[in-house]
């Protein structure tokens, strides 16, 4: 979609015309404008095409959009931004602004204990009702780029246990492809988690989010703590403090948690979406997903 084309898709949905829009950074699959109305107010706009926008090869279903919809009315403001239309595969939501995520926050402001405060919301999230919400196509998309793919990554690296380490990660991704006992975000990694200048949090890019298991956003969360830390964005005890801060689970989530975790360092280094690293720390990365990956056996 083209800054042209959202802004006829907005001008269409809200009946006025839009007179500017400008794509927003940071995403990596959809495409994501700022729409400006004449009365002067401003809405965000998220088109869903069937496949990453940062990597067009991989196909994804559009219909997850309308998974975001639902997730987001069910969880509703101030958690999440004011749903005001879904259609098709756009969805049109309430602009937050400029907000930072919140390792950014906590970098600005000193605020250590919003990992507690994320922490303690999800939490609820998880022990709060299951949703009716199940995202099968995207959790067999997470299946084949990312749990299926940890073989492939790790052949060229001569992991000694590299195909036991890669059967671990696909039998989790099957595993995950049922339903799971509570709701989960999906994606959660800090630009999805955005905080006010009161510090309370909104959590944005919920087309992830499923009936599933709660390790799969305990693991993922705590991987990009851990890349943060080897970036030397996050300080070394954030992981800690916000696992301590969610507080006690079970052998079987530890387990899980674990192996999502090196799944996903394994996917931010060598895998699908590698973020920037130096050498050092991308060797430093991918030692720790293979240390996480062991750990869960």
């Known amino acids: 979609m083209t800054p042209d084309g959202a802004r006829a898709v907005v001008a269409d949905v809200m009946g006025q015309d839009a007179v500017c829009a400008v794509a927003l950074q940071g995403g990596l699959i959809n495409h994501v404008f700022r729409v400006g109305l004449a009365d002067g107010r401003t ?3 998220k088109h ?8 067009p090869s991989i196909a994804l279903d559009p219909g997850r959009i309308r998974v975001e ?32 995520d919140i390792v950014e926050w906590v970098s600005s402001a000193g605020d250590g204990n919003a990992w507690g405060t994320l922490a303690e919301w ?18 067999c ?19 000694p246990d590299g195909a036991r380490l ?21 994606d959660l990694w800090p630009p999805s988690v955005r905080v006010r200048p009161d510090g309370s949090l ?17 693991g993922h969360f705590c991987a990009h703590l851990a890349l943060g830390a080897h970036r030397g964005t996050v300080s070394s005890d954030a992981e800690s403090r916000f696992c301590a801060a969610y507080g006690p689970v079970s052998a ?12 996903e360092l394994l996917t931010r280094s060598v895998g699908a979406f590698p973020m920037p690293l130096t050498t050092d720390q991308q060797d430093a990365v991918v030692q720790d997903g293979l240390a996480r990956l062991r750990g869960a056996g």
């Open 122 to 139: 999800l939490r609820g999230l998880h022990d709060g009702p299951a949703l009716g919400i199940h995202n099968a196509s995207m959790q």
């Open 166 to 186: 890669a059967a671990r990660a696909l039998a989790l991704g099957r595993r995950w492809l049922r339903p799971g006992p509570c709701f989960v975000m999906g």
């Open 141 to 159: 998309t997470r299946l084949d780029v990312q749990y299926r793919s940890v073989g492939a990554w790790l052949g060229p690296l001569g992991v």
């Open 48 to 55: 869903a095409p069937a496949h990453v926008v940062t990597a």
């Open 202 to 218: 909104v959590i944005i890019d919920w087309e992830m989010s499923t009936q599933g298991h709660r390790g799969q956003d305990l």
């Open 252 to 263: 079987e989530t530890t387990r899980d948690m674990a192996v999502h975790a090196g799944c």
């Open 69 to 100: 919809a639902a997730a987001m009315r069910a969880v509703g403001p101030p958690r999440v931004p004011r749903v005001l239309a879904q259609v098709d595969s756009v969805l049109l939501m309430e602009d937050l602004g400029d907000l930072p």
């Open 43 to 45: 809405v965000v706009l």
